[in-house]
């Protein structure tokens, strides 16, 4: 650098003050060159003489204006208590900035426009009904403040006037999930920091979305003035929620399952699953009820065996304060099992396909318009919790596949090995305080880890998207007839036995009083399945062997 070129010289200001009197500190180039004080009378600024003892002050970072947003310290104790958002860029060659200052607990906020470090103009704002409103001035005094850059690298280090370090304040973390959606929170370890930052911004789009969807109805979400939403919360709760969102990222399903399903109209289901699944009906038509000795569980269970001589098992456990309310709740689980509870089964690995995950998060409403198409008007309290309460049931319901093997090749004892399959798990969610359901909740259709060796788990079987826009009482039906479709290698044209589809139609106590009536009854289930074209013709009647053209 020649002698005639001058080095750039680095601006910045802290204030220190409150309604009555201010302090302006002037550094340049991290050098404090000058110090202002002034009373406030009515509202204007009168220079003075230093007012009262200075007790702490604070080490300011460089490039200080280039910090797009800044917090706010309480100069007494060192501690954040309020957060600032400028308004409006910095101008660089004229020496404006506008502070946006919230102080929470008071629920007023302050926007600054500072010339030169000078306070010009002040507007107030307050928060109601999750907005942020202008108001009035209010009459209370305000707590001291500074004004620090905000995402420091490491926490804020407070010194006293002796030089020594007084504590040191966490940074806040800023994250953006989009151009109108921030969160804030708070973390002392750099390294954390950091992790959790990189994480956020590995996300997908659509996992920020989800992201974004857990975040949006929590109760200090609020729209600001400029339209965007911001959101401050716990660090482990959003570790919790970008974790789960990793980790799903880490099950996405594989390109493979989709080779035996028509995407275009269609969603797949592990045949692995189905094919145990596919034994429900007959599961369900006779169930016996244990009570655990000495506990208030008590358990829905049946067993049959596949044409390899393999045991399926269906269990269902429940609480009950008695035998005689168990019985009533049993008749109830089964049900909605046959039913309700089955249809939002199909409905959860739909929505498992449109995000290519095994493991995923979505809001609960999500999932509720996915089960229930045919509905455009919002979904009432009531509802939300009766949905919840049925997937927390399906969560509690499981098939058990036990086959015998030998002990080793040359042995002659024989072992079993069994495997749980859950309709579905429910591993997190987010919640308002005091709700008995959900905003969101990350569910897990398919335990990749105890499946890994079954060659068959992650083959899709194909379903119609349409089945979903049947009543609950024809979804397990509809399915049934499609997984034998699946199971005889996409095979068309297939006959089934009137006795089956009366089994599977839910229709055998009706066929031994009145077999026209089941008879029926079960046409008229067929022609559902024919409307939505899961099967593309319905017979003219129903006879003792009856041949379907499954599409």
Known sequence: MSNNEKEPVQKQVCILGDNRWRMYLLFENDVLVEEKFVNIDNNKEIPCEEIGQRTYSMMLPTNCENDEKIKIIENSTGLISKELLKVTPINKTAECICVKIFNQTRNIGEIHKLVNGVDIETKYFKVADGKEEYCEQPNDEGGFFALVPFNLEGPLPIYDSEGKLFRKVPDAIVASLDEQTEITFQHDDEANKKCILEKISSLSDEDKKRLKLSLENKEDTITTLEGKRLSRTHYSEIERAVDALISSQKELVNDEFYKSVNSFDEFGISRFVVDRFYHLPQLLSEPTLTRQPGTTTYIISSKTHDSKGNSICLEHRFQATSPEEATKLAKLIIKRLQGIQHKIWLGAWCLANELKKYTYTCSLTELMRLCHPERNAYFQTKEKIEFYEHLKSL?????????????????????????????????????????????????????????????????????????????????????????????????????????????????????????????????????????????????????????????
């Not at 990350?442 to 979903?468: C, D, P, W």
Request: aromatic residues 6%; proline residues 2%.
């Open 395 to 551: 969560e509690s319901t499981k098939i058990v596949f036990t086959r015998k093997r030998k002990k080793t090749s040359r042995s002659k004892k024989e072992i079993e090995d069994f495997i749980e399959i859950r309709a579905l798990e429910i591993s997190m969610g987010t919640r308002k305080p005091g709700k008995k359901y959900p905003d969101s909740l990350a569910i897990t259709v398919l335990n990749t880890t105890s499946l890994q060796n079954e060659k068959m788990a992650f083959v899709g079987a194909g379903y119609k998207h349409r089945t979903l826009e049947l009543h609950a009482d024809d979804a397990l039906f509809a399915q049934e007839i499609q997984t034998r479709k699946n199971q005889m290698q996409h095979k068309k044209l297939l006959r089934f036995d009137r006795e089956y589809l009366i089994k599977l139609a839910g229709l055998v106590k009706t066929d031994k009083t009145k077999k026209a009536e089941a008879n029926k009854l079960l046409l008229e289930k067929l022609q559902r399945l024919n409307s939505k074209g899961i099967i593309l013709d319905v017979p003219k009647r129903i006879s003792e062997r009856i041949t379907l053209m499954v599409r």
